[in-house]
């Protein structure tokens, strides 16, 4: 349908993870929400991207929408932005890639920050400095996103293995893949190969979905799971120290910093340590999708006032 036939605009953020959807007024009111599967990835073909597009048009009913703002958490934008082309036929759309640091940018007169880590799935940090736009991390599952919810269940994963080898104390992460393994004899080699094909089938959702028990587990003392989310907040400080002009404050936003009040404090230590001059910020009720509903609303042609941040903020 034409876009000319609605004031409805839409705003996506997709990770490794899942997408959020907001179907909105361009005051800011969101009118309705979905959520569905990520559609990120580092190469095009590698996720059902068209049918995750659809499922996400049916969800929000089928709606008729005059401009579209999609940030995305990989490389894949030009898959992304054909395919919602396809699904939304005649209806302007852009497709952003969050790590660019443009739509943290176009929202800093609310946020008040010099630079952000997003992290999720995989994690990457911006800071604005005088001399422009500065980047660090953002490197993918292999090569990077070493602090990020990937990769504290990456290291979850490895730890658990070392355990049962003998070679590491896993301690109370066992307890984690029980499921997996209960009817295994790891012990047998027959056994240990399955646990093996097992353990490899796990995509980078299934890793990412163990951070927040890993935390849950360093809260309550347990020192194998204290070492992985201390490491985790350790990268994030010098993800922060890395990007952050003198003075600076670095926006927290993401999944990864709603793992709870114990790991953002272990985040402000460790960035005390490296660049004591610098702080954190973090805002519950932040989210990437809301920024994208920010942005959507000036790519309708609109100012987003204070009052329009307000709604968006508070939604």
Known sequence: MSNKTTSLLLAADSGGTKTDW??????????????????????????????TLRTAKVMLGSPSVRQIYFSLGGPNTHEVQELLQAVWPDVPAEVGREASGALIASCREFLGCDGAILGGTGVTAMGFTADGCCYAEGWGPVYGDFGSGGGIGLRTVQTFLRGLDGTEDSGGLAKLFSGMYADLNVRDFSGRMELKR????????????????????????????????????????????????????????????????????????????RRPDCSWLYDERLSIVKLAAARVIQLDGHTVTSETWCKIINE
């Open 198 to 273: 097992r353990i490899n089938d796990l995509t980078r959702r299934d890793l990412a979905a163990l951070a927040p028990q890993v935390a849950q587990l360093a809260q309550e003392g347990d020192p194998a799971a204290t070492k992985i989310i201390d490491a985790s907040a350790e990268n994030m400080a010098a993800l922060a120290a890395a990007i952050a002009p003198p003075k600076g404050k670095i926006l927290m936003l993401g999944g990864l910093f709603k793992l709870g009040a114990d790991y953002l404090r272990r985040c402000e230590r460790f960035l005390h340590a």
């Open 22 to 51: 907001w179907l909105m007024t361009p005051d800011g009111r969101c009118v309705k929400k979905c959520t569905t599967a990520g559609v990120a990835s580092l190469h095009a073909g590698m996720l059902p991207v068209a049918d």
